[in-house]
């Protein structure tokens, strides 16, 4: 029974060296952050030429007296661009639980 006690004790203090790694980024780390500005930084452009296409749509529609599309497409635009800002945020909390 002895033996088994000191396995336990083994196992227990080979864990609690283990247990407390530091934090090492992967490989490749720097180019998938590179990738992800990329990302950032055309959603943000998408996001600003399409309030831009729909606010000059919005103009065209009330000048001409058409039926009034686009402040669907604004509002969507807006809803994506929120979705898009604020996506790091929320796997930030996703994967923090």
Do not use: C, H
Request: overall charge negative; cysteine-free.
């Amino acid at each position: 029974m002895s033996s088994i006690a000191a396995s336990v004790v083994d196992a227990v203090s080979v864990y609690a060296q283990v247990s407390d790694p530091t934090p090492e980024p992967p490989p490749l780390a720097d180019k998938i952050d590179r990738f992800v500005g990329y990302g950032t930084w055309l959603a943000i452009l998408s996001g600003t030429v399409s309030i831009i296409f729909a606010g000059a749509k919005f103009a065209w529609e009330k000048w001409s007296g058409s039926g009034m599309e686009s402040p669907k497409m604004v509002a969507g635009a807006m809803i994506g661009g929120i979705v898009a800002t604020s996506a790091g945020t929320i796997m930030n909390t996703v994967l923090a639980i």
